[in-house]
């Protein structure tokens, strides 16, 4: 079975980690209510999409 001959140092382990971590979301805002929405998806405050309501506003 392989085994590592030596331990792997931490400046080698963390340049290996570097791309590994998460962003941030990239929102935008509707043009019906000014709610912060992700691109390409539906308003989930006003229920429009590309202008059109497409589902029923949830009324809170």
Known sequence: MAVPK???SKSKRNSRRAHTKVSALNLSV???CGE???PHHICKSCGS???RAVI???EE
């Open 36 to 38: 912060a929405k992700l």
């Open 6 to 8: 030596r331990k792997t």
């Open 49 to 51: 999409y590309n202008g």
């Open 30 to 32: 509707c043009p019906q």
């Open 56 to 58: 029923e506003a949830k």
